[in-house]
T-cell receptor
Framework: GQQLNQSPQSMFIQEGEDVSMNCTSS?????WLWYKQDPGEGPVLLIA?????ELTSNGRLTAQFGITRKDSFLNISASIPSDVGIYFC????????????FGQGTILTVHP | DGGITQSPKYLFRKEGQNVTLSCEQN?????MYWYRQDPGQGLRLIYY???????QKGDIAEGYSVSREKKESFPLTVTSAQKNPTAFYLC???????????????FGQGTRLTVV
């Protein structure tokens, strides 16, 4: 099936540092989504990207839809302890139009 | 309030028993999804449905079954054929607009299934 390669798998940072993670695929997609999951909860949408080259911000979060339509990155600036969680990239479509595919996730730990 | 509800939050079953996980949404969404999450792992798609009375296998459908008799409901049955059923199960729904815009998935709170 379709696969998304998300990296890094985990990050340990100090409060106040910036964070960057990315997701790549061998297939072209029309949508890139970024979700955050708190422990024991369902993922919550952070940012949605619909156009190649699009750069979108949501507070301290910034995400970009790669120009090749095969990748995306998420940046978090000035991290705080509540940023802790698992971050997932997600795409929809490809060979199966309605199918949502997720990356393996990036586990973020922020030390106060 | 509109939302997607999974129940129960925690479920315990004996090995060899079938168990059904509930997922209900009142968002009037067309598409619904079931994912499995293991510790330290990503989300793996079990089944998805884009319309009532129709569903497709995801990447790990073996040992699972679903039904979509109503738009609001997409129950997942974990059968005794599933070799490693203990996991965190997440249900999601999404509005199908025919375009890629504004069709993000919303997730339930998850059901943690433990088989002993």
């Amino acid at each position: 099936g379709q696969q998304l390669n998300q990296s890094p798998q985990s990050m340990f940072i100090q409060e106040g540092e910036d964070v960057s993670m990315n997701c790549t695929s061998s297939s072209i997609f029309n949508t890139w989504l970024w979700y955050k999951q708190d422990p024991g909860e369902g993922p919550v949408l952070l940012i949605a990207l619909y156009k190649a080259g699009e750069l979108t911000s949501n507070g301290r979060l910034t995400a970009q839809f790669g120009i090749t339509r095969k990748d995306s990155f998420l940046n978090i600036s000035a991290s705080i302890p509540s940023d802790v969680g698992i971050y997932f990239c997600c795409t929809r479509g490809g060979t199966s139009y309605g199918k949502l595919t997720f990356g393996q996730g990036t586990i973020l730990t922020v030390h106060p | 309030d509109g939302g997607i509800t999974q129940s129960p939050k925690y479920l315990f079953r004996k090995e060899g028993q079938n168990v059904t996980l509930s997922c209900e949404q009142n968002l009037n969404h067309d598409a619904m999804y079931w994912y499995r999450q293991d510790p330290g792992q990503g989300l793996r798609l079990i089944y998805y449905s884009q319309i009532v009375n129709d569903f497709q296998k995801g990447d790990i459908a073996e040992g699972y079954s679903v039904s979509r008799e109503k738009k609001e409901s997409f129950p997942l049955t974990v059968t005794s054929a599933q070799k490693n059923p203990t996991a965190f199960y997440l249900c999601a729904s999404r509005r199908e607009t025919g375009t890629d815009m504004n069709t993000e998935a919303f997730f339930g709170q998850g059901t943690r299934l433990t088989v002993v």
